[in-house]
């Protein structure tokens, strides 16, 4: 066990986003998980306990390395305690509005760094016989696709409530690593890590231009030629590029997966095509709102993109590159915007933007350690726009979800803001239905809210113009569920083996699996973080 905890340090990437986070200025993921029925708190409290040991890192906490040399570890807590992690908050009028602003209050806050960096908060006294619980983890913890894995192993398919342990779980903590040993890890695994990447980066480049030559390379095409003005400009502030103050505002809303796929045939194009000119027309249907002009205006989106391979989909940290989309704002007609889109997209994809980003992110991550905790502080409030903002699409799962017998009927995604980028968005797929979450600056974007009818409108002008016709809307009432009395607890001590990593999202089977096929649909040209 000690030997495994020495050398469980973060990556350089993991590492980035820790030094990058200020107080004020949150790096977090977060989701808000909307439940069917009333869910009893301790049922929960208990519930997420039983499956600690299925998420050994959600025990640890970061240490930094010693003299800030080497990467910082992730190291068991040894004060952890489940009652600073989930935690229970009632709504005094129990409106969608309410839950909007305490999950902006929840996003907009820092976590306390001396304990696992993760917590759940269970939401009561929302109308509509519904639960939430919103779920925060750092930025170091995981990304967007290892966040969807970890909702996967906290929840379960199967809609039977599983019995709770009738003994409370006591994990044995590891004793620290001894100060010396751990410098002297900290000093080799940062040497063999900065040798590691020096290899891997010159791999990548001679098998990017091996391929690049094969393909005829973008030079060769006219479309480079086209594009190349779009690729080189640089980044016009927007409206909501400005620097982040803080506290933040969440909005949030749904269109259905079905008429997204449905364009997505029609239109001969890919779901996350669409996804982005859905975001592109808000955008600008936003900007034009304030009166700002569009037109010769040019868009350009952040779009992460998973590097993880097939071998390990539920690998924990963060494993993405950047993908920058450049979309012109002023094309009004959805059709040819998609087309616009499209072709940007693919042009990105053979031309290996994403391997060339995380190329150079891997060169940037060569710094040391000490170096890198001094500057991204002062980095995160340079006024540098790169992006106007970042869009996520991470694919969940197509099949429900429960905690306890409690249908999870929505799952609404969050991405942090920062720098200037104090307007984003995340999409998450799940269950039927593409679920939004914007997340801004409050002096940013004061009026968060107006994206959520901006989206749906120019979701359903899309659609009309491709000649979708939306199913018709079945009237089902939910059923009042009781929540099932907790069992006793009782303490004991236990000795339970903690696995290495985090299980794959696909270990879970639904009542009903999905078929290959469908699941290829839901796939994207970016299979993003």
Request: charged letters at 20%.
């Amino acid at each position: 066990m000690e030997n495994h905890q020495q050398s469980d340090r973060l990556s350089w990437g993991d590492t980035v986003f820790l030094h990058l986070e200020r107080e004020g200025m949150p790096l977090n993921v977060a989701s808000i998980c909307m439940l069917e029925g009333e869910v009893s708190f301790e049922d929960c409290l208990q519930f997420v306990e039983s499956k600690l040991p299925l998420l050994p890192r959600y025990l640890k906490r970061v240490v930094a390395p010693a003299l800030n040399i080497g990467l910082p570890s992730w190291e068991y807590d040894p004060n952890f305690d489940i009652h600073n992690h989930v935690r229970e908050v009632t709504l005094k009028h129990g409106t969608d509005t309410e839950l909007k602003a305490l999950a902006g209050k929840l996003f907009s806050a820092v976590m306390d760094r001396q304990r696992p960096l993760w917590d759940i908060t269970l939401v009561r006294g929302l109308k509509g016989n519904r639960t939430p619980f919103i779920l925060r983890l750092h930025h170091c913890l995981a990304d967007g696709i290892a966040g969807v894995g970890i909702l996967n192993a906290l929840l379960d398919a199967n809609p039977e409530a599983p019995p709770l342990p009738k003994k409370r779980i006591h994990l044995q903590v590891p004793p620290p690593p001894d100060a010396i040993n751990s410098l002297m890890d900290g000093v080799v695994t940062s040497y063999a890590d900065f040798v590691k990447r020096i290899l891997s980066a010159w791999a990548d480049l001679l098998d990017m231009a091996q391929r690049m030559a094969a393909n005829g390379g973008p030079l060769a095409t006219d479309e480079f030629s086209r594009l190349l003005p779009e690729i080189t400009a640089f980044t016009e502030r927007l409206r909501f590029n400005v620097p982040y103050r803080g506290p933040q505002k969440f909005a949030f809303t749904e269109i259905p997966l079905a008429d997204v796929k449905a364009i997505r045939h029609k239109c001969g194009t890919s779901v996350n095509d669409v996804i982005l000119a859905l975001v592109t027309a808000t955008v600008r249907r936003y900007c034009e709102l304030h009166g700002d002009r569009v037109k010769g205006r040019l868009l350009r989106i952040m779009v992460p993109v998973n590097l993880r391979g097939s071998e390990s989909p539920g690998e924990l940290g963060n494993r993405i590159s950047l993908v920058p989309v450049t979309i012109p704002l002023d094309i009004r007609h959805p059709r040819k915007l998609l087309a616009a889109v499209h072709r940007r997209a693919e042009f990105l994809k053979h031309s290996h933007a994403a391997e060339l980003v995380s190329l150079a992110g891997g060169l940037i991550g060569m710094f040391p350690t000490s170096v890198q905790a001094l500057a991204g502080p002062i980095a995160s409030q340079l006024p540098i726009t790169p992006f106007n903002l970042v869009c996520t699409n991470v694919p969940g799962p197509q099949f429900p979800l429960y905690l306890r017998g409690h249908k999870m009927l929505q799952c609404y995604p969050y991405v942090p803001v920062g720098g200037e980028m104090a307007l984003n968005c995340a999409i998450l797929s799940y269950d039927g239905a593409i679920y939004f979450g914007f997340s801004g600056d409050v002096h940013a974007a004061p009026d968060l809210r107006r994206l959520e009818k901006l989206l749906r409108s120019s979701f359903t002008e899309l659609r009309d113009i491709v000649g979708i016709t939306p199913p018709r809307k079945k009237r089902v009432r939910a059923k009042a569920r009781t929540a099932p009395k907790p069992a006793p607890v009782e303490t004991v001590r236990m000795s339970i083996p903690l696995p290495a990593s985090l299980p794959s999202m696909g270990s879970k089977r639904a009542p009903e699996p999905v078929p290959a096929t469908e699941r290829e649909k839901v796939q994207t040209q970016f299979i993003v973080a």
